[in-house]
T-cell receptor, first 113, second 111 residues
Framework: EAAVTQSPRNKVTVTGGNVTLSCRQTNSHNYMYWYRQDTGHGLRLIHYSYGAGNLQIGDVPDGYKATRTTQEDFFLLLELASPSQTSLYFC????????????FGAGTRLSVL | GQGVEQPDNLMSVEGTFARVNCTYSTSGFNGLSWYQQREGHAPVFLSYVVLDGLKDSGHFSTFLSRSNGYSYLLLTELQIKDSASYLCAVRMVGDNSKLIWGLGTSLVVNP
């Protein structure tokens, strides 16, 4: 049973559209992350959180908001989507004491037309 | 500047071995991880090292030299299904929630 579940798996929207990507983890982990992966750039950290109600800015936060509503649930919000946000998005979780081991969700492929 | 470097591609033959290299330059060092990512799938954790030397985990072994900013992942008795991208990620001291990721090495195992 998948411990990190992302939804939707695929999403197509138009420029200026509003998109919410969802992530739920059942690992009882404190840390959760949102990454984007693009050819030539590798994995880039957008936002992360170390607990419900906490939000930390990653390396490429512009154009993204995030919210951690519970220990299990972490959302990524694109309020005015742009074509540059077309990417493969991964959510991940890690234990506070073993932070080098990330458990990834299956990914969401987002296309902004 | 800070960064993690990996060769783009690597080819090997089924039944033999492959060594995936990773060099890094970071502000301090607090561990290095290796992940496997198959095409169209998420990265999967393989190994974590923080001390110098070779860590033997059977099919996958990991070597680290902190003084040289160098690590490698060694895959032995290669199988076709080992064809994947292998990602190296380094954690710096003082920022325990961020990793610096390499772009990955695409390994192709031929029959």
């Amino acid at each position: 049973e998948a411990a990190v579940t992302q939804s939707p798996r695929n999403k197509v929207t138009v420029t200026g559209g509003n998109v919410t990507l969802s992530c739920r983890q059942t690992n009882s982990h404190n840390y959760m992350y949102w990454y984007r992966q693009d050819t030539g750039h590798g994995l880039r950290l957008i936002h992360y959180s170390y607990g419900a109600g906490n939000l930390q800015i990653g390396d490429v936060p512009d154009g993204y908001k995030a919210t951690r509503t519970t220990q299990e649930d972490f959302f990524l919000l694109l309020e005015l989507a742009s074509p540059s946000q077309t990417s493969l998005y991964f959510c991940a979780s890690s234990d506070e004491l073993i932070q080098n081991t990330l458990y990834f969700g299956a990914g969401t492929r987002l296309s902004v037309l | 500047g800070q960064g993690v470097e990996q060769p783009d591609n690597l080819m090997s033959v089924e039944g033999t071995f492959a060594r995936v290299n990773c060099t890094y330059s970071t502000s301090g060092f607090n561990g290095l991880s290796w992940y496997q990512q198959r095409e169209g799938h998420a990265p999967v954790f393989l190994s974590y090292v923080v001390l110098d030397g070779l860590k033997d985990s059977g099919h996958f072994s990991t070597f680290l030299s902190r003084s040289n900013g160098y690590s490698y992942l060694l895959l032995t008795e290669l199988q076709i299904k080992d064809s994947a991208s292998y990602l190296c990620a380094v954690r710096m001291v003082g920022d325990n929630s961020k990793l610096i990721w390499g772009l990955g090495t695409s390994l192709v195992v031929n029959p």
